[in-house]
């Protein structure tokens, strides 16, 4: 009997290469224009595989087929065709997480028909069929995704596995059956039943003390330690290790840092602490009302305040709760429809707590958002801003282009006035003052250079923020900043090397010439961007002497400044030789002639060396009596 494959073409429909080549394998292909017809034909036709049209790839359409999904039987594989894969990347990308085998366009009809039969060929062995192999939320960031939605996520995949979680030394597991959280294991000590009931005064520290050592020497899980020691009622047991498992999960909310992964199909050992199996909305709701801060549920509905969110309707929303159940009454209208969540900006503090929880759990939302911050202001809101006359705006344009030259180019630091010695707080305050007067929305209605201005500033200071928000992040760019600066010397030592070579070499150019004061301008300039250099030095100091031959104190600082490029360039010959002239000049033959004689051991190459040493030697000789050079000549 061929497989059937219900194909849901909608307004698009297929191409028609592909739809030939569907039809050459030999399916029985069930053709139907709606999405919700095409999934109740799945499971009335016993379908092996759903194919859907490229339409609902699109982001305006994605909710649509999630909802859809939600009822169908997920071990049935669900293949979308993509129009463009270059333009719906991030599409793509939720398609894959919600169990979507997604197929470019741009491919051939026989590859995607060979994904198709792929998947088929997956169910008729037994396998189930996910996108990319997997059907879980993957792994990544916290701070993109966070616990609630994680959550979210697999209970809409109706996932099976391990995710782990980890925040520094802290790490977690949670077990997953059908989607739901069925066992949780911890790391820490200070969550073990024995420390909990130490923390709440029903255990003595004596006591938990014996407990430990007891679990160490492995009799048993703690539980049953306890009971054995009589300081627990086995009817208390089942309760405080509910309560235990479920403190242990809601822990999690409050990290705002940390990595998570999932491997499917694992299980968690005996050690782990089991949970009732029920939705993750429970937990949700529980978490928003009595864990994240009033701040960080302000600062998400901010940020999204002209978004359109679409609420689900999976099991547990409408379902009895401790935490707010008026405020879900509320709203009930919006639970099944499009909602902007700025409509709720003004609403009591616990409607937002709600909606809150409701965006964690919802269809479908933005997937640029990044899980806000406890330590980033909430943006305030501004009034629309008033109309201004054309001399007031040149002079705003004015304004923010002067503050946008002086903050090109500059580091984090230097762009929120801030010094390096600083905490989260001050980096608060200062980013606060200065983006205030830049937000986008103070600047509605004014000229097009006036928003482009203010947008840049306004991601400069942003960008700086984010660099310097709290001490992880602070260590981080701090780091690369000092990396950058020298990376930047380093360039900046050769650029001036290389300006006093050319110094240097015009100088002696000068120097043959005879012009001495342009050479020792040059040598002067050479000097300065080199003052290590003891050959630079030496011909500076010759040159000066050059300059005013007969001023004796001339010759005195020439002098020092030769014998400072002696000391240090001591393997070239010519600071030597200056200073052996320079002797000269002075009449201080000895010393003259020694140092020549260690200018021609240095170099004995060097023709002008060796010139310079036997004048000296002649002048020796003229300077002794007749008698002296006969009795030497014998």
């Known amino acids: ?36 017809r095409g999934v109740i034909a799945v499971e009335a036709e016993s379908a092996d595989a759903l194919l859907v049209s490229a339409e609902y790839s699109q ?38 997480q919600i169990g979507v085998i997604v197929v470019g366009a741009s491919l051939p009809s026989e590859q995607v028909v060979r994904k198709i039969s792929d998947a088929l060929t997956a169910v008729a062995e037994g396998g189930e069929v996910r996108a990319g192999g997997k059907a879980s939320p993957g792994s990544g960031d916290l ?37 739901c959280p069925v066992a949780v294991q911890s790391n820490l000590l200070s969550e073990c ?48 290790l509910d309560l235990q498992a479920e403190a242990k999960m809601l822990t999690i909310f409050e990290w705002r840092r940390g990595h998570y992964r999932f491997e499917v199909g694992k299980k968690l050992g005996s050690r782990a602490s089991r949970l009732n199996p029920k939705p993750p909305s429970r937990l949700i709701r529980r978490a928003a009302h009595q864990l994240i801060s009033q701040k960080e549920i302000d600062l998400f509905l901010t940020r999204h305040e002209k978004s359109n969110w679409y609420f689900g309707v999976e099991g547990g929303w409408r379902e ?39 965006a964690m759990m919802g269809s479908y939302e933005d997937p640029e958002w990044r899980c806000p911050s406890v330590s980033e202001p909430a943006p305030s809101r ?11 705006q040149s002079e705003q344009r004015a304004e923010l282009l002067e503050w946008a030259r002086k903050l090109r180019g500059q580091n984090a630091y230097s762009i929120l006035g801030l010094t390096n010695s600083l905490d989260d707080h001050t ?51 701090s780091a690369a900043l000092r990396k950058d600066l020298e990376s930047e010397e380093d360039k900046m030592q050769w650029a001036r090397s290389q300006r006093a070579e050319r110094d240097f070499r015009e100088g002696e150019q000068f120097l043959k010439q005879r012009a001495y004061l342009s050479g020792l301008e040059s040598f002067g300039r050479a000097l300065e961007a080199a003052p290590d250099r003891g050959l630079y030095r030496a011909f500076y100091g010759w040159t000066l002497h050059l300059c005013h031959p007969h001023e004796m104190m001339m010759t005195e600082e020439a002098i020092e400044h030769v014998r400072e490029g002696a000391r240090l360039d001591q393997d070239h010959p010519k600071p030597l030789i200056f200073l052996a002239r320079l002797y000269m000049v002075q009449e201080r033959w000895v010393a003259a002639r020694r140092i020549m004689a260690r200018a021609v051991e240095l170099s004995p190459d060097s023709v002008e060396a060796r010139r310079e040493l036997r004048l000296l030697a002649k002048r020796r000789q003229k300077g002794q009596g007749w008698l002296r050079r006969a009795f030497k000549r014998k």
Not at 3 to 15: A, D, E, N, T
Not at 78 to 84: A, E, H, L
Not at 198 to 207: V, Y
Not at 437 to 463: K, M, N
């Open 59 to 96: 982001s305006g359409r994605i909710a649509e087929l999630e909802k859809a999904l939600m009822g169908m039987d997920r071990s049935v594989p669900i293949v979308c065709c993509q129009v463009s894969e270059s333009e719906n990347l991030q599409s793509s990308s939720f398609l894959e």
């Open 143 to 179: 701070r993109e995704r966070p616990f609630g939605r994680i959550l979210a996520e697999c209970f809409r995949l109706r996932a099976q596995g391990v995710a782990f979680f980890d925040s520094g030394k802290k790490k977690k597991a949670v077990e997953f059956r059908d989607g």
């Open 320 to 358: 009895g709760s401790e935490c707010g159940q008026d405020d879900w009454v509320q709203l009930e209208k919006d639970l099944d429809q499009s909602c902007c969540l700025g409509e709720y900006l003004q609403a009591p503090k616990s409607i937002r707590r709600a909606l809150y929880a409701a």
């Open 382 to 392: 501004e009034p629309k801003a008033e109309p201004l006359t054309n001399q007031e």
């Open 193 to 240: 039943l024995g420390h909990r009931l130490m923390e709440s005064g029903h255990l003595s520290r004596e006591d938990w003390e014996e407990s430990v050592r007891r679990l160490r020497k492995g009799q048993g899980p703690q539980g049953k330690i306890l009971i054995e020691m009589g300081v627990i009622e086995p009817s208390d047991l089942a309760r405080e």
């Open 427 to 477: 980096v608060q305050a200062a980013y606060s003052t200065l983006v205030n007067s830049v937000r986008p929305e103070r600047f509605r209605g004014r000229s097009p250079a006036l928003r482009q201005l203010a947008d840049e500033i306004f991601r400069l200071l942003t960008t700086a923020y984010s660099k310097l928000r709290d001490a992880p992040s602070r260590a981080e760019y």
């Open 1 to 36: 009997m061929p497989q059937k494959l219900v194909c849901v073409h909608g307004s698009l429909g297929f191409p028609l290469d592909l739809w030939r080549a569907l039809k050459a394998t030999g399916l029985h292909l069930i053709s139907l224009d709606d999405l919700g």
